[in-house]
């Protein structure tokens, strides 16, 4: 009945949930109005919420899918996967010769272009613009909001 898409949805949401469970029980400090379990209880519950909602949506395209309409699966492509694995690692070694806000930049776009390599100037633009708006979107939240000091690069000090 569900496809690997709404397993895996309902494993996120289970793991979700007991991960939650595990932070009512930090202890919260009386002169701090935000305890410790303020942040990871909103990333848990979206996240559950997230799982429920990819295996409902799961469930109920597989009772309008007939076996006629069912696609035939694509091979894995390793490479690809490889390909992505290689450039987080040189993302985290770069972080600290870059800094966060250029490093982010750079593997948000590069790994945008792997996965929907561009076609022309328009599609490099679409995945610079989207590496941008990643990196200053987690600066301005992380730096800005929280005050979370981010990595300066050593090569760049910015």
């Known amino acids: 009945m569900l496809s690997k898409d709404g397993w895996a949805g309902l494993v ?7 991960f939650f469970a595990l932070t009512l029980g930090l202890k919260q400090n009386p ?6 379990g303020f942040y990871p209880r909103i990333v848990l519950g979206l996240t559950a919420a997230l799982g429920l909602a990819l295996a409902l949506a799961d469930a109920l ?12 699966p694509r091979a ?13 690692g040189a993302y985290a070694g770069l972080m600290p010769l870059l800094g966060f806000r250029l490093a982010t930049f750079a593997y948000v ?23 941008f708006a990643t990196a200053a979107a987690a600066w301005l939240v992380f730096e800005r909001y929280l005050l979370v000091l981010l990595p300066r690069g050593s090569w760049t000090g910015f």
Request: proline residues 8%.
């Open 76 to 88: 894995a492509n390793y490479l690809a996967v490889g390909l992505q694995f290689a450039l987080f």
């Open 61 to 72: 395209r597989a009772r309008r899918r007939t076996a006629a309409e069912t696609p035939e």
């Open 109 to 131: 776009a590069a790994a945008n272009a792997l996965l929907d390599p561009p076609r022309g100037a328009r599609g490099l633009a679409r995945a610079a613009l989207v590496g």
């Open 31 to 36: 002169l701090v109005p935000i305890g410790p």
């Open 12 to 18: 996120v949401a289970a793991t979700s949930l007991v």
